[in-house]
T-cell receptor, first 110, second 113 residues
């Protein structure tokens, strides 16, 4: 099993749609979780950290399920500018490094 | 004003050459990283330094040698460049360790002819 696994997509959705991504991780000792966004030919940028109780930032909601070892990202009211690759990131159990998923590609269409 | 800056942004060179990429962060972070992102978009950690001390070296060929003169700088020198080294190299920094988010430079696109 890969350390961090995501559905690569692409997800093609119309503007205004709600879309959800899931990500599974293999190390039950992982303690920190993040969603990053990467635009084509750009650097990854932090979208949000994921907290145990779940957290929301505007149209974005992140959830953590430790029992099933997955995190999720929900985007409501999709905008054209949300088109990007969304990277799931989990720290290694010993806190030495972050493990990056391959990313889920999202295209929001007019 | 730039938080993590790396130079050059583009690097086109021939096989066998030696090249360096520089990285500087002005965020006051203790930890810096080098990542490689290949054509399949997989982002892989290469090295990590904490306060000038090497803490991660992920089975990277000896041709790659990081150098951290101080905690705000982490440079990457590559000897005898090979075709497979073509990729985007990202520098990043974080306040302390991998429990905290990392901030990235805008990448160096290395192409080997």
């Amino acid at each position: 099993r890969k350390e961090v696994e995501q559905d690569p997509g692409p997800f093609n959705v119309p503007e205004g749609a709600t879309v959800a991504f899931n990500c599974t991780y293999s190390n039950s000792a992982s303690q920190s979780f993040f969603w990053y966004r990467q635009d084509c030919r750009k650097e990854p940028k932090l979208l949000m950290s994921v907290y145990s109780s779940g957290n929301e930032d505007g149209r974005f909601t992140a959830q953590l399920n430790r029992a099933s070892q997955y995190i999720s990202l929900l985007i409501r009211d999709s905008k054209l500018s949300d088109s990007a690759t969304y990277l799931c990131v989990v720290n290694s159990g010993n806190n030495r490094k972050l493990i990056w998923g391959l990313g889920t590609s999202l295209a929001v269409n007019p | 004003d730039t938080a993590v800056s790396q130079t050059p942004k583009y690097l086109v060179t021939q096989m066998g050459n030696d090249k360096s990429i520089k990285c500087e962060q002005n965020l006051g972070h203790d930890t810096m990283y080098w990542y490689k992102q290949d054509s399949k978009k997989f982002l892989k950690i290469m090295f990590s330094y904490n306060n000038k001390e090497l803490i991660i070296n992920e089975t990277v060929p000896n041709r790659f040698s990081p150098k951290s003169p101080d905690k705000a700088h982490l440079n990457l020198h590559i000897n005898s460049l090979e075709l497979g080294d073509s990729a985007v190299y990202f520098c990043a920094s974080s306040p302390l360790n991998s429990n905290q988010p990392q901030h990235f430079g805008d990448g160096t696109r290395l192409s080997i002819l």
